[in-house]
């Protein structure tokens, strides 16, 4: 586990004491020891200390005790039940031009939350409500209306609201339709297949008529991808040769890629697009924690000649056209025909290990952190 170090009044640093594996990746949910306030009145939260060079580790994040925020006119203060991790955040405490700006040494660590409203001064919102937002690694939170969502518990769990009805789920609903733009018959390839936005990419292929081919980590993942979400055939990139297993499962090549890890799988895939390919470029975790960029073969040539296109994916580019997203998500998951995992952490103060898990491909379906009760 991991234990938290007095460091001056009210600052606490994580030290690793034992494996941060934390648990099996086989099992269904991960549980471990809540952390609570240590005295009322008290918010915890996970500050960036450290900018990492390569993969993070726990003693790049402190834990600090702060009074719990006062919302002001128009403000609601949300107490967090659930806290979402996901591969983007290595990007984020990286000091590099990107999508959005990083996460400042000694700062909150970002991230999505599913939470409990605890005081309310908006008319639009009401103590007990459950909503999602951006409010990070802290126990509570400000947000001001118009970055709260409403949460349902009785159409679905207020987890999926951080997975298959959230952001990955959109990511995986817009990229898929938009940008891999498949046709019924074709072949779509997925990496990292039975993951938060993976999994979802495949069954919604399959659901629109296409091949739905997934490349995993564990014999365990493509098990899980072949029993329960449905791929045609799924490739261990572990064990196989990726290589060869592209040639004996998609014979006639590939029509859609949706990259969720970069790397030499992409390098690899690139052999196999067909003409007017379409490459979806959701993620690159393979390459999140190299010091410097790996030297490879450009791709340029094999996109003119297959005429194929390679285009970028940011979910937030879709924002107008959420409800979209939802209401299809929602209606395939209420039918049965979208299933999903969850591997849920207990405990703010195993935030860090958690990320370093989800960087390394060690968690089995949508990473969550439990940092309060849950009402629902």
């Known amino acids: 586990m991991f234990s938290a170090v007095l460091q001056g009044t009210n600052r606490l640093r994580l030290c690793a004491t034992s494996c941060w594996l934390l648990a099996d990746a086989r099992c269904y949910e991960v549980r471990f020891g809540m952390t609570t306030p240590s005295s009322t009145g008290t918010n915890l939260r996970v500050l960036l200390a450290n900018r990492p060079k390569a993969e993070p580790r726990v003693e790049d994040f402190e834990l600090l005790e702060a ?8 403000e609601v203060l949300v107490r967090t039940i ?8 290595r990007g984020r405490i990286r000091a590099t031009k990107s999508y959005a700006a990083p996460v400042a040494i000694g700062e909150v660590m970002v991230g999505g939350i599913v939470g409990e409203v605890v005081e309310s001064k908006s008319e639009r919102f009401k103590v007990g409500d459950i909503v999602e937002s951006r409010l990070g690694w802290q126990q509570y939170g400000i947000a001001q209306p118009d970055d709260l969502r409403m949460v349902y518990p009785e159409l679905a769990p207020i987890t999926t609201a951080l997975g298959i009805l959230g952001m990955p789920g959109q990511t995986a609903y817009f990229g898929l339709l938009d940008v891999g733009r498949p046709r019924p018959d074709e072949t779509v390839l997925v990496s990292a297949a039975s993951g938060a936005v993976g999994g979802v990419v495949g069954q919604i292929a399959r659901l629109k ?5 997934g490349i995993v980590g564990s014999a365990a993942k493509r098990e899980y991808a072949l029993s329960e979400l449905g791929y045609e055939a799924v490739i261990d990139r572990t064990i196989d040769d990726v290589g060869a297993e592209l040639s004996a499962t998609c014979p006639d090549g590939v029509d859609v890629y949706f990259d969720n890890v970069g790397g030499h799988i992409l390098d690899l895939v690139l052999d196999h697009i067909n003409l007017h390919a379409r490459i979806a470029i959701c993620g690159m975790i393979s390459e999140y924690n190299l010091p410097t960029p790996e030297l490879a073969v450009r791709p340029t040539r094999t ?3 297959r005429r194929a296109r390679m285009q970028g994916l940011l979910v937030s580019d879709y924002a107008d056209r959420a409800d979209e997203a939802l209401q299809q998500l929602g209606g395939w998951v ?3 025909a979208l299933k999903y995992r969850e591997d849920v952490i207990e405990g703010l103060e195993h935030a860090p290990a958690a990320l370093i898990r989800v960087l390394r491909g060690e968690n089995f379906g949508k990473q969550l952190v439990k940092v309060g009760a849950d009402p629902t």
């Open 67 to 74: 009074p719990i925020p006062d919302p002001r006119n128009n």
């Open 82 to 89: 659930y806290l979402s991790i996901d591969p983007y955040m």
């Open 209 to 213: 008529g296409c091949r739905a081919i």
């Open 303 to 305: 996109l003119l000649t």
């Open 334 to 336: 209420r039918s049965g």
